[in-house]
């Protein structure tokens, strides 16, 4: 058995002490395709990089393979405690195991093995999470455009382990983490879920709230986008107007599901030109609505989106994205939950053009939106109330990048 020196982590359980061996992951996993040659009618799952094994909408129960148009025998059957992943999707996706999942198939395409009993799975599921192994995929990956990970590859690839007792221990506490993420998840999940709830029946009028003295508030009236406030059409901005430092040019690229990112390849006017642009510049409460983007079905990249500026100095707008202010008579919280309704999203699905890769929107049919508002003091309250549910929403998502970067720097610690 191969051994390196210096093979010890720099955090580790007291019970344990020792170098790590340093393997090739060949020595210890063994492919296991096993087709279904019998043609068995069994539930088709897939994989999803974050969570694993996924059952898909159709799963040919008491089908036959010909009324579905093709031939199911090529699917392989997965038993449980079964690695797989695809080859070509190895660098956005992530390794998927089957636990207890018994005789479902899984697309011929993908890779499948188990380990040996020297390795604990769970082990190796956490050591898949590791930087090491993330770059030695990059390094072992073949092809052209499409890159590949081939099994005899992957083989190829070193995993450092201790003694089985270590595995288990250091499996075991990332078992606890990782539950507690999905906690935390799941908390998210529910108070999203809990909003979306609320706002549908906030704004379709089935909940009302009332004056501080009880009274009710008076009846919503109808305006469009265009009467309750005021646009700015983004700027074309050239690569000539680039600089490697100074301002943020804000593009469609920019926008997350619901705020501008802050990580990614961004660009950048200098200081010295900025007063050029000044009409485009971004301000705190600002709406910035996407004019291109992907079918409203897919609302994190969609044609139409809104995003709610959250400070100050953010950077300047470029083209295909419109900034819209509201009227001092009308509540900014209040219209920006609007515009995150489905009625909206179905609004935008009635309106968009293009095709399925890309689709587009007016400012006319936009601004043509029309929105039932009640007075001001509704709106503050309503806008207050689902700020609060956002505060919440806020809180957890913190915790859950907490955990995250911990569960990082532990990984990088606990593993040689």
């Known amino acids: 058995m191969e051994k390196q020196q210096n093979k010890i982590p720099k955090v580790r359980f007291p019970e344990f002490e020792g170098e790590w061996l340093n393997e090739q992951l060949g020595q ?34 008491g089908v036959s393979s010909n009324d579905r148009g093709f031939d199911i025998s090529i699917y392989k059957i997965i038993q449980p405690n079964t690695f797989a992943y695809n080859p070509a999707r190895i660098n956005v996706g992530s390794i998927g195991y089957s636990y ?7 697309s011929s395409l993908y890779v499948c093995f188990q380990t040996d009993d020297k390795i604990d799975d769970s082990f190796l599921l956490a050591f898949l ?34 003694t089985l007792p270590e595995q288990q221990k250091i499996a075991h506490f990332f078992s606890i983490v990782d539950k507690k993420l999905t906690q935390l998840q799941e908390k998210k999940t529910a108070l999203e879920l809990y909003k979306k709830g609320m706002m549908q029946q906030i704004f379709s009028q089935q909940i009302r709230f009332k ?87 897919l609302r994190d990249s969609s044609v139409g989106r809104g995003i709610l500026v959250k400070e100050d100095n953010l950077g300047y707008l470029n083209q295909n994205l419109l900034k819209f202010n509201v009227n001092f008579k009308f509540n900014n919280d209040f219209i920006y939950g609007y515009i995150n309704t ?28 029309k929105i039932q508002l009640p007075n001001l003091k509704e709106q503050t309250k309503i806008a207050n109330f689902l700020s609060k ?28």
């Open 28 to 61: 210890h996993i063994k492919k296991t395709d096993k087709k279904n040659k019998k043609n068995l009618i069994l539930p088709v799952y897939s994989i999803n990089n974050k969570e694993g094994f996924l059952p898909q909408s159709e799963q040919f129960d």
């Open 211 to 297: 004056e501080d003295n009880g009274q009710d508030f008076p009846e919503w009236e109808v305006k469009t986008l265009g009467e309750v406030t005021t646009y700015t059409k983004g700027f074309a901005f050239k690569s000539s107007n680039y600089s490697d430092s100074g301002s943020r040019i804000v593009r469609v690229s920019d926008l997350g599901s619901d705020k501008v990112k802050s990580v990614g390849n961004k660009i950048f006017i200098n200081e010295s030109r900025s007063k050029e642009f000044i009409k485009y510049k971004l301000s705190k409460g600002d709406i910035i609505i996407t004019t291109v983007g992907s079918n409203p079905e």
């Open 389 to 416: 549910i956002d505060a919440k929403i806020n809180t957890v998502t913190e915790k859950i990048e907490q955990i995250k970067a911990y569960k990082k720097g532990m990984l990088q610690q606990m593993f040689v």
């Open 100 to 106: 207890n999942l018994a005789n479902i198939l899984i």
């Open 129 to 162: 999470d590791t930087n090491h192994f993330k770059t030695s995929v990059l390094r072992f990956q073949e092809g052209g455009v499409r890159q590949y990970l081939f099994f005899d590859n992957l083989s190829k690839i070193k995993l450092p382990f201790p």
């Open 342 to 369: 489905d009625k909206y999203f179905n609004y935008i699905k009635s309106i968009k053009r293009g095709n399925a890769n890309q689709a587009n929107i007016t400012v006319v049919d936009l601004l043509d939106y």
